[in-house]
């Protein structure tokens, strides 16, 4: 479909492609996205984020290291194609293409790669990224690290639910941890207060049941005073639930987990840009912003994209001919 967009375009944006995985959280709610095999551009640069340097060429053979580096170097009718792996990397377009020389964003054919603006170590090192908490609920664990900056309070962009915490007098509650697990992409609730995350009782029947607390599931709580970020992952027991009850892993040392902290860093942004292709890429690790912003734009298609999360996952403004597919 193409069309002239101002709107916010809210939840889940997902590719209609299947893949087998055996999640030790939740199975995937929806199939998750596997890899397209398609014909290159002769005109092509390479980012491996294993192998890659960006003071390398660009090459296939000589790949650069990171995406943004990439995007820096693109003209009218490149490609720019991403080996399979994670890019942890917030991204802004630079450059615009033409009608006739669009430029194309993509990943490598029959390859998968991710745009995560998650935390690294939450997902290649679980095991030593999480420690128990003397004094916390059972199942409760910290990070072992300590995150500086996270609550910075910046002014949002954008027009969003969220702009109005501050006017609320509910700042200090704004959720700054956001994630998934990372083998189902299934959500991890985004918690406001401690108790919650503490919480026994999951079902809010009087005015005493959420003063107490109200557990939502496994889920992330940050801790503006020591900086660090509180994670429990323990098993629902509302009766309710039945197969929507977590019942996977409960330690979070043994699970990956996609951790975005913070408010207001878009994944992926895109501002007065014209004539570019973004397709078959993985988007994730979202704070309380949107995943994917276009503002100012014009005759950007997105093509096979799965975007995880976001507040939200794609927002448009004032920009022409955006094509969603």
Request: aromatic residues 8%; hydrophobic residues 35%; glycine residues 10%.
């Amino acid at each position: 479909m193409r069309f002239q967009l101002t709107a916010i375009i809210a939840g889940l944006l997902t590719c209609p492609l299947s893949a087998k995985e055996n999640a030790s959280s939740h199975p995937p709610m929806r199939p998750l996205p596997t890899a397209r095999q398609f014909k290159m551009q002769p005109s092509a640069y390479f980012v491996d984020a294993k192998k890659g340097d960006d003071s390398a060429e660009g090459s296939k053979l000589k790949p650069w290291k990171t995406v943004q580096h990439g995007l820096r170097q693109l003209k009218p009718g490149d490609a720019l194609y991403l080996r399979e792996g994670v890019y942890h990397e917030h991204l802004h377009l630079v450059h615009s293409g033409t009608e006739k020389a669009p430029i194309v964003i993509s990943s490598y054919p029959g390859e998968l790669a991710l745009i995560d603006g998650g935390i690294k170590e939450f997902l290649d090192s679980p095991e030593t990224s999480w420690k128990p908490l003397q004094g916390g609920a059972p199942g409760e664990l910290v990070s072992t690290k300590t995150y500086a900056n996270v609550d910075q309070r910046r002014i949002p962009t954008q027009f969003l639910p969220g702009a109005w915490e501050p006017l609320f007098g509910i700042e200090n509650e704004r959720p700054l941890a956001l994630g998934h697990f990372a083998d189902s992409m299934i959500p991890l609730h985004g918690y406001r207060h401690l108790e919650d995350l503490r919480s026994k009782n999951e079902f809010w029947k009087s005015k005493k049941d959420r003063e107490s607390g109200l557990y939502c599931g496994p889920g992330l709580w940050f801790n503006r005073k020591t900086g660090r970020v509180h994670v429990r992952l323990a098993h629902n027991t509302l009766p309710g639930l039945e197969k929507r009850a977590y019942r996977g892993e409960t330690d979070p040392r043994k699970l990956r987990l996609v951790v975005a902290l913070g408010f207001g860093d878009e994944v992926l942004r895109i501002t007065g840009i014209k004539h570019v292709r973004i397709e078959n890429l993985v988007f994730r690790g979202a704070t309380g912003s949107p995943l994917i912003h276009l503002y100012g734009s014009q005759n950007v298609t997105l093509d096979h994209i799965t975007a995880y999360g976001g507040f939200p996952a794609l927002l448009v403004n004032a920009s022409q001919n955006i094509a969603v597919t």
